[in-house]
């Protein structure tokens, strides 16, 4: 097209090229900023001469942290709670997803159900009695404390609904014709075409569950127990918002060892990194299959 | 006789998802009763003595409780309002650029905060806004004295509220590049016959394709009203800026298991959820009715 070469045109590309660069660094710089001062020099840190690459380059952060034994038993109970949460998660969210994606000719009481989770997600008791309630089965400073109560993500559900309805019909008829049962259909049939929507679910559950770090803090009461977000933000962020005055903050940043903080925070990125761009594909794709009907 | 069948293995496979929701979800709302009793932990929750509205009117009392009821619904609604126009903006923006891998490039930048935890990202923000962070660095450079940014009843809001842009536009990107792809590109060929220029496009072809989109999502976010962010707040803030940062999460938080005021707290956290609930409901009522919106 003609119009497209015009200079005013290839202005503005540049314009938006730019703009566009200038809002994916302003992203990814936070990020890079740490990276960077977990490879610099403790001293190079404290004196403010990092700034977006490491200074004196060394690994002796992530050194130290290697021995550190606490560190990777908080990170050994989150791979724990994301493997056993994962699947819990994968396995209730699919059983509860085919049946609900039925229609009501078929399955009368779907509706019932459907509000019924819905509810639960949209109203609660508080923090407090759920607190309570937890406390009262006994699950406090147990994994499962971590995993059931979260046992199923309704968003999620309510997510594959939406794909498995967006399913052609024949396939059904199909398989129906053939003889196939509801287990049949759904584990032969339903979940090999749902790669991207599994996908997507699998991707929100494994995040949610890494990332969580409240259930930790409050049903774990031994530090020896917590999860990794948790042992991080008690180890960091308390640290820093537990000086009252100026001066005992002032502190508190000169005691704290920046470059071994950072080190944990990047470690503690690097399982989120690996499974992102593997799954970001599929997640782009489930999310608007999912959420856009036609 | 099959489909019988049929339907019965539809409630069994129901039934292990439905049991950890009464568990988990159902049971808990007994719980609320202590909202209106006076709790005392040794008498349990039946044996404690009925109170009925006290801890209501005792929160009404309470100067904190307009700070904190303030703080949530300014900073819920700036995070709204901006969570709107920034993704909005950036998805125009995208839909504009041209080469295909320069998209997905900066797609991949740009969804990646929303993958970490506050618990990561607020470490990260305190130690950039700290007194010795990079940013006062930066402002050093021109002359300006250190900023306590993290110790600032004026600097912490904003902090807040552009933070968790920060996190969460990308996000909310993916939902505009979705609604900007199904347009017909047909209208915009026969508007550049007719000489129309890339802004005129945008504006009379592009947003008002995308409306229902923006209302939708407008309308929705209005059930979110008083959820100012948790796990934001509670990993940025500290003692200094309570007066412009706490709000009803944070506070419940506080009351109920660091001062061990079970009943207010449960009495703060009832209604929160009463009136998100409700106007989860209103939101609802209105998606499906201007925007066609069903979630099933």
Sequence with gaps: ?294 | MKKNLNVLHYHIMLMPGIIFLILFSIVPMYGILIAFKDFKPGRGIWGSEWVGLEHFQFLFTLPDSKTIFFNTIFIAVMKIIAGIIVPLTVALLLNEARKQFFKRSVQTFIYLPHFLSWVILANIVVDLFSTTGIINQILSVFGVDPIMFMASNTWFPAIVIGSDVWKEFGFGTIIYLAALTGINPSLYESAVIDGATRWQQIWYITLPSIKPTIILLATLSLGNILNAGFDQIFNMYNPLVYESGDIIDTYVYRAGLVEAKFSLATAVGLLKSVVSFVLIMVSYFLASRFANYRIF
């Design chain 1, 1 to 294: 097209m003609v119009t497209n070469r015009s200079f005013s045109s290839r202005l503005s590309n540049a314009v938006i090229v730019a703009i566009l660069t200038c809002i994916s660094l302003l992203c990814i710089a936070p990020l890079w900023y740490t990276i960077s001062v977990s490879f610099s020099d403790k001293a190079a840190v404290a004196a403010g001469l990092v700034t977006w690459r490491p200074v004196e380059f060394t690994l002796s952060a992530y050194q130290h942290l290697l021995s550190d034994k606490s560190f990777f038993r908080a990170f050994g109970i989150s791979v724990e709670r994301v493997l056993l949460g994962g699947l819990i998660n994968f396995v209730l969210t699919v059983m509860m997803a085919y049946p609900l994606s039925r229609e009501t000719k078929q399955f009368k009481v779907r509706n019932l159900y459907m509000w019924f989770i819905v509810f639960t997600m949209l109203f609660s008791g508080g923090l407090i009695p759920w607190f309570m309630t937890i406390k009262s089965y006994g699950l406090l400073n147990s994994i499962w404390a971590l995993v059931l109560p979260g046992a199923v993500p309704v968003f999620s559900v309510i997510l594959l609904v939406n794909f498995f309805r967006s399913i052609p019909k024949d396939l059904d008829e199909a398989a129906v014709m053939d003889g196939a049962g509801p287990w049949y259909m759904l584990l032969r049939i339903y979940l090999p075409v749902s790669l991207p929507a599994l996908a997507t679910i699998t991707l929100f559950s494994i995040v949610g569950h890494w990332n969580s770090f409240f259930d930790g803090l409050i049903l774990m009461t031994k530090s020896e127990l917590y999860p990794l977000q948790t042992y991080i933000q008690q180890l960091i962020v308390q640290v820093n918002t537990a000086g009252m005055t100026s001066e005992e903050m002032k502190m508190v940043a000169q005691l704290s060892n920046k470059t071994l903080d950072a080190a944990k925070v990047v470690i503690s990125m690097i399982p989120v990194l690996i499974i992102y761009p593997f799954l970001q594909k599929y997640f782009i794709h489930g999310i608007m299959l999912g959420s856009v009907k036609e």
